[in-house]
Protein backbone atom coordinates (compact mmCIF):
# COMPACT_ATOMS: atom_id res chain seq x y z
CA UNK A 1 0.00 0.00 0.00
CA UNK A 2 3.17 2.74 0.58
CA UNK A 3 4.84 1.79 -2.64
CA UNK A 4 1.53 2.93 -4.10
CA UNK A 5 0.22 5.76 -2.24
CA UNK A 6 2.84 7.43 -2.27
CA UNK A 7 4.35 6.90 -5.60
CA UNK A 8 2.77 7.97 -9.48
CA UNK A 9 1.47 4.52 -9.81
CA UNK A 10 -1.50 5.64 -8.54
CA UNK A 11 -2.85 8.62 -10.11
CA UNK A 12 -5.43 11.00 -8.11
CA UNK A 13 -8.49 9.59 -9.60
CA UNK A 14 -6.92 5.70 -9.69
CA UNK A 15 -8.46 2.65 -7.82
CA UNK A 16 -6.38 0.01 -6.18
CA UNK A 17 -7.97 -3.38 -6.14
CA UNK A 18 -7.21 -5.97 -3.87
CA UNK A 19 -8.82 -9.51 -3.41
CA UNK A 20 -8.28 -11.29 -0.55
CA UNK A 21 -10.23 -14.79 0.60
CA UNK A 22 -12.91 -14.59 3.19
CA UNK A 23 -11.90 -15.78 6.74
CA UNK A 24 -9.29 -16.56 8.81
CA UNK A 25 -6.21 -16.06 8.55
CA UNK A 26 -6.80 -12.97 5.52
CA UNK A 27 -9.47 -11.15 8.04
CA UNK A 28 -6.20 -10.23 10.58
CA UNK A 29 -4.56 -8.89 8.20
CA UNK A 30 -6.93 -5.68 8.30
CA UNK A 31 -6.58 -4.36 5.16
CA UNK A 32 -8.72 -1.25 5.50
CA UNK A 33 -6.37 -0.07 8.13
CA UNK A 34 -3.22 -0.77 6.29
CA UNK A 35 -4.85 1.46 3.43
CA UNK A 36 -6.01 4.00 5.74
CA UNK A 37 -2.29 4.20 7.38
CA UNK A 38 -0.75 4.40 4.08
CA UNK A 39 -3.64 7.55 2.75
CA UNK A 40 -5.46 5.46 0.94
CA UNK A 41 -9.20 4.74 1.61
CA UNK A 42 -12.00 1.87 0.79
CA UNK A 43 -14.21 3.09 -1.99
CA UNK A 44 -16.20 -0.10 -1.63
CA UNK A 45 -15.80 -3.96 -0.88
CA UNK A 46 -17.61 -6.67 -3.15
CA UNK A 47 -17.54 -10.03 -3.18
CA UNK A 48 -15.63 -11.32 -6.18
CA UNK A 49 -16.68 -12.97 -8.73
CA UNK A 50 -14.66 -15.35 -10.69
CA UNK A 51 -16.56 -15.43 -13.78
CA UNK A 52 -15.81 -12.14 -14.97
CA UNK A 53 -11.93 -13.27 -15.32
CA UNK A 54 -12.30 -16.06 -18.30
CA UNK A 55 -9.39 -18.70 -16.97
CA UNK A 56 -9.10 -17.89 -13.89
CA UNK A 57 -8.38 -20.38 -11.59
CA UNK A 58 -7.27 -20.40 -7.41
CA UNK A 59 -4.06 -22.56 -6.25
CA UNK A 60 -4.73 -20.71 -3.00
CA UNK A 61 -6.47 -23.05 -0.33
CA UNK A 62 -9.92 -22.74 -0.12
CA UNK A 63 -11.67 -21.07 2.93
CA UNK A 64 -15.02 -21.84 2.03
CA UNK A 65 -16.18 -18.31 2.15
CA UNK A 66 -15.42 -16.89 -1.25
CA UNK A 67 -13.25 -13.73 -1.59
CA UNK A 68 -13.59 -10.17 -1.21
CA UNK A 69 -12.43 -7.62 -3.77
CA UNK A 70 -11.41 -4.62 -2.01
CA UNK A 71 -11.41 -0.87 -4.11
CA UNK A 72 -8.86 1.87 -2.38
CA UNK A 73 -8.74 5.33 -3.65
CA UNK A 74 -6.47 8.26 -2.36
CA UNK A 75 -8.21 9.47 0.90
CA UNK A 76 -8.99 12.95 0.70
CA UNK A 77 -6.63 15.44 2.67
CA UNK A 78 -8.16 16.35 5.99
CA UNK A 79 -7.23 19.86 7.64
CA UNK A 80 -5.77 19.49 10.47
CA UNK A 81 -6.99 21.83 14.00
CA UNK A 82 -4.40 23.24 15.84
CA UNK A 83 -4.33 21.19 18.88
CA UNK A 84 -4.30 17.68 17.61
CA UNK A 85 -1.08 16.27 17.70
CA UNK A 86 1.14 15.28 15.06
CA UNK A 87 0.41 11.76 14.63
CA UNK A 88 3.64 9.69 13.40
CA UNK A 89 2.73 8.69 10.01
CA UNK A 90 3.03 4.73 9.17
CA UNK A 91 6.39 4.04 7.53
CA UNK A 92 4.96 0.62 6.09
CA UNK A 93 6.52 -1.83 8.57
CA UNK A 94 4.09 -4.34 10.30
CA UNK A 95 6.20 -3.44 13.44
CA UNK A 96 5.14 0.04 13.86
CA UNK A 97 1.80 -0.41 12.80
CA UNK A 98 1.08 -3.08 15.48
CA UNK A 99 2.69 -0.01 17.88
CA UNK A 100 0.73 2.29 16.79
CA UNK A 101 -2.26 0.40 16.92
CA UNK A 102 -1.58 -0.63 20.79
CA UNK A 103 -0.97 3.31 21.59
CA UNK A 104 -4.30 3.78 19.77
CA UNK A 105 -6.01 1.77 21.86
CA UNK A 106 -4.55 2.66 25.28
CA UNK A 107 -5.56 6.27 24.98
CA UNK A 108 -8.50 6.83 27.29
Known amino acids: FVNVASSSLLS ?4 LHVTIPRGQPYE ?9 LAGLRVRCATPFEPS ?20 FIR ?18 SVKDMIK ?9
Open 12 to 15: ESGE
Open 28 to 36: QWSLPTLAK
Open 52 to 71: VFPGYTCDAPHTGGGALTYS
Open 75 to 92: AAPRAQEAEEPVRKKFDG
Open 100 to 108: QRRKKARRP
